[in-house]
C-alpha cells in the first residue's frame, strides 16, 4: 500500500505556541482528510481538502493540499490542552469508495 | 449532527470463534468502510462497499472476512474463524450524501475485539 509519512513523530510544547505538522507521500493524491484520535476513540474528522493549492481552516486548525498533490500541512494556532492528542493525515487516490491511507500520526502533548 | 455508530463497543471472543461487528453509518450515506487499527498503530483499510458490493478491499480482508448490508441502515463486518493477531480496534466509517459527492469520510467510535 501507499506510505504517508508524518512528521514530526510527537511534539511537546508549550500551551500558546503554534503547532505544524505534514504528510508526505511519493504519490499523487487527491483527497487530503487530517483527524485527531484520542486514547480509545475513533478518529475525529478535522479538516478536508479536495484541491491542489486549498487552503482550509477551522478555528484555530489551517490546513493545505500541497501543489505538488502529494503533500499536506496541518497547522494550530495558540495550542491549548484539548490539542492533546494523535494528528492523522489520510489521503485517497481515487474517488468515491477507494480507500483513504493513513499517516504514521503525530503524538501532540501540550504542557499547561 | 448525524454520526456513525458501532456495536458492540467492546467483544471478548475465543480464537477460532466468529464474530459479527456491527455498524450503522450515516443516513444517507453512500460508500462503507471498515477499519483497523491495532494498539500504538496507524489505521489500516480493510475493505469499502458501494451499491450492495465490495469496492475495493485489502490484503488483511481475506476469506475469513465478509461484510453485509442486510437491511438499509446496518453495516456488518464478519470474521469466520477468529485468530490472535486479529485483536485491534475495528472502525466503521461511511462517505458521501450522492454518488460522486466529495463529503468527507467520517468514522465512529470502534469496537474493541479482543480474541484470547
Request: charged share 15%; net charge negative.
Amino acid at each position: 500500500g501507499q506510505q504517508l509519512n508524518q512528521s514530526p513523530q510527537s511534539m511537546f510544547i508549550q500551551e500558546g505556541e503554534d503547532v505544524s505538522m505534514n504528510c508526505t507521500s511519493s504519490s499523487i493524491f487527491n483527497t487530503w482528510l487530517w483527524y485527531k484520535q484520542d486514547p480509545g476513540e475513533g478518529p475525529v474528522l478535522l479538516i478536508a481538502l479536495y484541491k491542489a493549492g486549498e487552503l482550509t481552516s477551522n478555528g484555530r486548525l489551517t490546513a493545505q493540499f500541497g501543489i505538488t498533490r502529494k503533500d499536506s500541512f496541518l497547522n494550530i494556532s495558540a495550542s491549548i490542552p484539548s490539542d492533546v492528542g494523535i494528528y492523522f493525515c489520510a489521503g485517497q487516490q481515487g474517488h468515491g469508495g477507494n480507500q483513504f491511507y493513513f499517516g504514521t500520526g503525530t503524538s501532540l502533548t501540550v504542557i499547561p | 449532527e448525524p454520526e456513525v455508530t458501532q456495536t458492540p463497543s467492546h467483544q471478548v471472543t475465543q480464537m477460532g470463534q466468529e464474530v459479527i461487528l456491527r455498524c450503522v453509518p450515516i443516513s444517507n450515506h453512500l460508500y462503507f468502510y471498515w477499519y483497523r487499527q491495532i494498539l500504538g498503530q496507524k489505521v489500516e483499510f480493510l475493505v469499502s462497499f458501494y451499491n450492495n458490493e465490495i469496492s475495493e478491499k485489502s490484503e488483511i480482508f481475506d476469506d475469513q472476512f465478509s461484510v453485509e448490508r442486510p437491511d438499509g441502515s446496518n453495516f456488518t463486518l464478519k470474521i469466520r474463524s477468529t485468530k490472535l493477531e486479529d485483536s485491534a480496534m475495528y472502525f466503521c466509517a461511511s462517505r458521501g450524501r450522492t454518488s460522486g459527492s466529495l463529503d468527507a469520510q467520517y468514522f465512529g467510535p470502534g469496537t474493541r475485539l479482543t480474541v484470547l
